[in-house]
């Protein structure tokens, strides 16, 4: 089993930023693939970000390249997902979850979520 807790959302004007946590824990992880989704009112849930622990490899939705970063730091055993020059359609609940060996931009290859956590920009 492995757990995940986000952390870090909040009230943010447009062309603001945010950074948000995912702490994880559980299991050896060193083979998975942490992501983070965002599911926004009356929308799917999407993908964002991801990231292989125990590489470098990092993807992005195209709608938030060049705007949104994932990193990870091992010791603390935490991914974040740094938010910059954030929009109002940045506004979602974001998960963190986890998969093993390869990235997907698929919810359903994720076996482990989070809670959550709510992100609003406002104009």
């Known amino acids: 089993q492995v757990q995940l807790v986000e952390s870090g959302g909040g009230l943010v004007q447009t062309g603001g930023s945010l950074r948000l946590s995912c702490a994880v824990s559980g299991r050896t992880f060193s083979n998975y693939v942490i992501g983070w989704f965002r599911q926004a009112p009356g929308k799917e849930r999407e993908f964002v970000a991801s990231i292989i622990w125990s590489g470098s490899s990092r993807y992005y939705a195209d709608s938030v390249k060049g705007r949104f970063a994932i990193s990870r730091v091992s010791a603390k055993n935490t991914v974040y997902l740094q938010m910059n020059t954030l929009k109002t359609e940045d506004t979602a609940v974001y998960y963190c979850?986890?998969?093993?060996?390869?990235?997907?931009?698929?919810?359903?290859?994720?076996?482990?979520w989070g809670q959550g956590t709510q992100v609003t920009v406002s104009s």
């Open positions: 979850a986890a998969r093993r060996y390869l990235s997907s931009y698929s919810q359903h290859d994720y076996d482990y």
